[in-house]
């Protein structure tokens, strides 16, 4: 008879289900975790790294958010050093400048994003940029939250298939406040996983593959490039450096991770930004009814300044 093969070692969630079973309680899912925490993480910090990031960066972060807060701040712990979260955000807060708050925000960011998500935005802007193309130049696009640069690149397929034989000049300043996806989007290299729901005939157009490491990559081409600008903007920020007036304003899932208060605020600075014709952007999920006295819904998540009704 052949023996028994070693008993595997047991996952943390199985260890917890043993836990409770031997203890015949509900231990609710968060206390059980906790005790097995490398470190500490009391209501009082999360409260604290709530408010932090609120202030930093206007992220608002519900309760249900602990345990994703824990680990990706606890990676932060490790990589400074720190042996406690009291510590690191007092380091935070007490270190004037500290150059730690930008591992901060970074850490707390949600950067989801994909080449022309929410794809239905695309041919409206292509339809848009060729009516205004004929009444001003250059046309200048601001796409204010780019994450990896999908969807910066996304809109620079948009504007090169919109006008083949060459149009005019466009801008597209892409800007985040995370430095981290930022320096990916400049970069311009993707994965086969990530380019995969490009059409073969725009991947071949816009992208040059070569080998990589883990294989094949896919870099934008220099002529979509040069149509970028990239820069760190908080939209929290007093002064963005971005030059109106603006034709077009991407700002697709951000805002829902602000109170109506900030997107309101966020608002108000983009009205008279945009051109009196200009197109702003939002994500599914977003809505700006709260601000119909800046802009309008044309549907479909594309909003117009309010002054141009009736
Ligand atoms: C979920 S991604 C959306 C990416 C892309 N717009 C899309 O729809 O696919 C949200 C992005 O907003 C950025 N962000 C969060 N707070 C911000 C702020 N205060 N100012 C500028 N960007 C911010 C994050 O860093 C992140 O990259």
């Given at each position: 008879m052949l023996p028994e093969p070693p008993p595997k070692p047991l996952t943390l969630s199985e260890r917890l289900a043993n836990i409770r079973q031997a203890s015949n309680t509900v231990l609710p899912a968060a206390v059980g975790d906790a005790a097995l925490r490398e470190f500490p993480f009391r209501a009082a910090d999360f409260e604290r790294v709530r408010k932090l990031i609120y202030d930093k960066a206007g992220i608002s972060l519900s309760p249900a958010k602990q345990d994703m807060v824990y680990s990706r701040l606890a990676r932060r712990l490790r990589a400074t050093g720190m042996k406690s979260f009291g510590q690191y955000l007092d380091h935070l807060e007490f270190s004037r400048g500290a150059v730690e708050w930008e591992g901060f925000v970074n850490a707390l960011t949600t950067n989801l994003t994909s080449f022309?998500?929410?794809?239905?935005?695309f041919p409206l802007l292509a339809q848009h940029l060729r009516v205004v193309a004929g009444k001003r130049k250059p046309i200048n696009i601001w796409c204010c939250a780019a994450s990896t640069g999908e969807e910066p690149y996304s809109i620079a397929m948009t504007v090169a298939d919109a006008f083949p034989n060459g149009g005019p000049q466009i801008s597209v300043v892409c800007s985040d406040l995370d430095t981290s996806v930022l320096a990916t989007a400049e970069k311009g290299v993707y994965t086969l996983d990530r380019v995969d729901k490009i059409p073969p005939e725009q991947l071949k157009r816009y992208f040059s593959k070569s080998a990589g490491i883990s294989g094949d990559v896919y870099t934008v081409k220099p002529e979509l490039r040069q149509m970028l600008s990239f820069r760190r903007l908080n939209l929290?920020?007093?002064?963005?450096s971005v030059r109106a007036?603006?034709?077009?304003?991407?700002?697709?899932?951000?805002?829902?991770?602000?109170?109506k208060p900030t997107q309101y605020r966020i608002l108000a600075r983009f009205a008279p930004m945009l051109s009196p014709d200009g197109l702003l952007f939002a994500g599914h999920?977003?809505?700006f009814l709260h601000a119909a006295d800046l802009f309008h819904s044309l549907g479909k998540t594309v909003y117009a300044l309010a002054a141009k009704r009736g």
């Amino acid at each position: 008879m052949l023996p028994e093969p070693p008993p595997k070692p047991l996952t943390l969630s199985e260890r917890l289900a043993n836990i409770r079973q031997a203890s015949n309680t509900v231990l609710p899912a968060a206390v059980g975790d906790a005790a097995l925490r490398e470190f500490p993480f009391r209501a009082a910090d999360f409260e604290r790294v709530r408010k932090l990031i609120y202030d930093k960066a206007g992220i608002s972060l519900s309760p249900a958010k602990q345990d994703m807060v824990y680990s990706r701040l606890a990676r932060r712990l490790r990589a400074t050093g720190m042996k406690s979260f009291g510590q690191y955000l007092d380091h935070l807060e007490f270190s004037r400048g500290a150059v730690e708050w930008e591992g901060f925000v970074n850490a707390l960011t949600t950067n989801l994003t994909s080449f022309f998500r929410e794809p239905h935005h695309f041919p409206l802007l292509a339809q848009h940029l060729r009516v205004v193309a004929g009444k001003r130049k250059p046309i200048n696009i601001w796409c204010c939250a780019a994450s990896t640069g999908e969807e910066p690149y996304s809109i620079a397929m948009t504007v090169a298939d919109a006008f083949p034989n060459g149009g005019p000049q466009i801008s597209v300043v892409c800007s985040d406040l995370d430095t981290s996806v930022l320096a990916t989007a400049e970069k311009g290299v993707y994965t086969l996983d990530r380019v995969d729901k490009i059409p073969p005939e725009q991947l071949k157009r816009y992208f040059s593959k070569s080998a990589g490491i883990s294989g094949d990559v896919y870099t934008v081409k220099p002529e979509l490039r040069q149509m970028l600008s990239f820069r760190r903007l908080n939209l929290l920020d007093a002064v963005w450096s971005v030059r109106a007036p603006l034709d077009v304003i991407f700002c697709r899932n951000v805002m829902i991770y602000f109170d109506k208060p900030t997107q309101y605020r966020i608002l108000a600075r983009f009205a008279p930004m945009l051109s009196p014709d200009g197109l702003l952007f939002a994500g599914h999920s977003e809505s700006f009814l709260h601000a119909a006295d800046l802009f309008h819904s044309l549907g479909k998540t594309v909003y117009a300044l309010a002054a141009k009704r009736g």
